[in-house]
């Protein structure tokens, strides 16, 4: 009797869409496409962020220090998005 695995692909109810390629084993445009892919889910988290980062700042905030260091998170998360974004040159 075999015992079938959860990550068995060749069990009757595992769909290929639970499946993923290696990004070695992928061709340029689909590493492109996965890429992108990554960037927009990066790119949402960092807005998301930013718009807690910024309500923090609207409710919480009393003093300097704490302002300065919503200043370098935003800073920094507006790096890291222009850093990522697709039109940038290497």
């Given at each position: 009797?075999?015992?079938e695995r959860f990550s068995d692909p060749s069990?009757?109810?595992h769909r290929k869409h639970h499946l993923r390629?290696?990004?070695a084993q992928l061709g340029r445009f689909d590493k492109l496409r996965r890429e992108a892919l990554h960037?927009?889910?990066l790119s949402g988290a960092?807005?998301?962020l930013l718009i807690?980062?910024?309500?923090a700042a609207a409710f919480d905030l009393s003093s300097w220090p704490?302002?300065?260091?919503?200043?370098g998170i935003c800073v920094t998360v507006i790096g890291v998005i222009i850093a990522t974004?697709?039109?940038?040159?290497?």
């Open positions: 009797m075999t015992e069990a009757s109810r390629t290696p990004s960037r927009r889910f960092l807005v998301l807690v980062g910024g309500y704490s302002w300065v260091v919503l200043g974004s697709p039109a940038r040159r290497a």
